[in-house]
């Protein structure tokens, strides 16, 4: 219908099956009453139920004074068997966070903790594991935005960046647009950016073309933060990358990553 606005996608970041994205984090009464049957999943989950990938949690990786924290709706199937965040290759985050400048080299998931030596933290609103983001209800997601709010107050990052306009626009109970937010976070000095979804089923903004200038403009964000609070610039770090061709990390490994700072993902 013209003159009709479309509501905001909320895309699950890290899942990378084929489901509809959500809208605004509502459900359908004709979703809410699918059941979908326990079935073995395909090799690259090794054979798990849907149940039990679920069950897993994907790390946190944040410490005090990072420059961004990246905050996502909630894990995916795929980044919660894996560990890493955005773990989807048709997800753009990676390829833009470099070619932006906002981190020094090219990393990819399985580096995803390094990228704390260059500022940079990840986290979600929601810790619990679903297929798609649809499954969250709108309670469970403002109850948890109480509990990362404390986690900002205490951490005390330059900037929150929600990837995201749904994300953000349920987060914070108002429209938005995307880009440098009025308001900080609440109780905070920490400034607001909402980014458009970095996932390649996010119908807006489709191609890693479109959603660069937005990582540019958050690089912008960072070095003038970091001037005005007289933060200087990290060192880059000697460390060798991790191979991205290695085998998927153990069960037994994946379950114990340790996370810096504050607060372990608990599963809800």
Sequence with gaps: MPGKKRKA????????????????GEISSAEKK???????LDAKF????????MALF?????KPNLDIVFIGINPGLYSAYLGHHYCNANNHFWPCLYESGLIPRQLTYWEDAQCMDY???????????TRSADELSRKEMKEWSKVMIERMKELKPLVACFNGKGIYEIFSGK??????QPDPLPDTETAVY?????????ATYPKRADKLRFFVELKQLRDTLRAKYGRLSLPIPSQPSVDPTMAV????????????????????
């Design 46 to 53: 090794g054979g798990k139920t849907e149940e039990e990938v």
């Design 194 to 202: 909402v980014m458009p979804s970095t996932s390649g089923r996010a």
């Design 58 to 62: 994907l790390p946190d990786h944040l």
């Design 249 to 268: 990390v153990p069960e037994s490994d994946r379950n114990s990553l340790s996370i810096v700072g504050s607060g372990v993902a608990v599963q809800h």
């Design 175 to 180: 429209k938005c647009e995307v880009g440098i």
């Design 119 to 129: 500022g940079l933290g990840f986290t979600n609103i929601v810790p619990r594991t």
């Design 9 to 24: 996608e909320v895309v699950q970041e890290n899942d990378p099956l084929p489901t509809e994205d959500a809208q605004d």
């Design 34 to 40: 699918k059941k979908k049957p326990k079935k073995p």
